[in-house]
C-alpha cells in the first residue's frame, strides 16, 4: 500500500542548532505537504511542493522535493524555543486516489 | 468564520456502546476527512469525502460509518466502540481535493475502557 515513511520519530536539539527531518515514499507522489502540530494542538498546514526537484524557503525552514518525487525534507536553520511541536509530511499519490497520506511525524524538542 | 469545529472535545464510552463525533465547517469546501493519531503512528486516515453524498475509505476505515447529507457537516459514527478505538481524532477539510491545503479541527480526545 501507500505508504510514508518519516525519520527520525524524535530530534532533541539546543537552542541555536539546526534541525532536519526527512520523508520518504515507495512510489512517486504527486505533491507533498508539510504540517507542524504544536503539543496539545492541531496540525497546520506549512507548504505544498509540487516540481522535481523544487526547493522553498519560509524564513528559517526549507523544505525540498526530491528529483524522483519519492522524498522530501525539512530542514530548520538556528532553532528557537517556539520552533517546538510534531512535524509531519503528507503526500499524494495521483490518479484515481484523492487522499493525503500523512508520516509518521518527527517531534522536536528545543532546549534553551 | 469559525472554521472547522469539532464536537464533543473529550468523550469516554464503555465498550460495545455507540456514538458520532460531529465536524462541522463554514468554508464551503467540497472535501473532509477524518483521521486518527496515536502515539508514534502520526495521522491514519479513517473516510473522506470529496462532496454532499459522496464518501470512501481511508488507510483505516473498519469500525467507522460515515455519511455526508451537506457540504457542512461530515459526522464520523462508531457503531460498536472497542479500546483499539481510544485515539484523538481531527476532522479536516479543503478545497476541492486532497491536494490542497487542509484545514484541521481541534480533535476529540476519545477513551474507550
Known amino acids: 500500500g501507500q505508504q510514508v515513511m518519516q525519520i527520525p520519530q524524535y530530534q532533541h536539539v539546543q537552542e541555536g542548532e539546526d534541525f532536519t527531518t526527512y520523508c520518504n515514499s515507495s512510489?512517486?507522489?504527486?505533491?507533498i505537504q508539510w504540517y507542524k502540530q504544536r503539543p496539545g494542538g492541531h496540525p497546520v498546514f506549512l507548504i505544498q511542493?509540487?516540481?522535481?526537484?523544487e526547493v522553498k524557503k519560509q524564513k528559517r525552514l526549507t523544505f525540498q522535493f526530491g528529483e524522483a518525487k519519492k522524498n522530501s525534507s525539512l530542514h530548520i536553520t538556528a532553532t528557537q524555543t517556539t520552533d517546538v511541536g510534531t512535524y509531519f509530511c503528507a503526500g499524494n499519490y495521483g490518479g484515481a486516489t484523492n487522499k493525503l497520506i500523512f508520516g509518521t511525524g518527527t517531534l522536536l524538542a528545543v532546549q534553551p | 468564520n469559525a472554521g472547522v469545529t469539532q464536537t464533543p472535545k473529550f468523550q469516554v464510552l464503555k465498550t460495545g456502546q455507540s456514538m458520532t463525533l460531529q465536524c462541522a465547517q463554514d468554508m464551503n469546501h467540497e472535501y473532509m476527512s477524518w483521521y486518527r493519531q496515536d502515539p508514534g503512528m502520526g495521522l491514519r486516515l479513517i473516510h473522506y469525502?470529496?462532496?454532499?453524498?459522496?464518501?470512501d475509505q481511508g488507510e483505516v476505515p473498519n469500525g467507522y460509518n460515515v455519511s455526508r447529507s451537506t457540504t457542512e457537516d461530515f459526522p464520523l459514527r462508531l457503531l460498536s466502540a472497542a479500546p483499539s478505538q481510544t485515539s484523538v481524532y481531527f476532522c479536516?477539510?479543503?478545497?476541492?481535493?486532497?491536494?490542497?491545503?487542509?484545514?484541521f479541527g481541534p480533535g476529540t480526545r476519545l477513551t474507550v475502557l
Open positions: 469525502s470529496v462532496g454532499a453524498g459522496i464518501t
Open positions: 512510489t512517486t507522489l504527486s505533491n
Open positions: 511542493l509540487v516540481k522535481s526537484g
Open positions: 479536516a477539510s479543503s478545497y476541492g481535493s486532497a491536494y490542497n491545503e487542509q484545514f
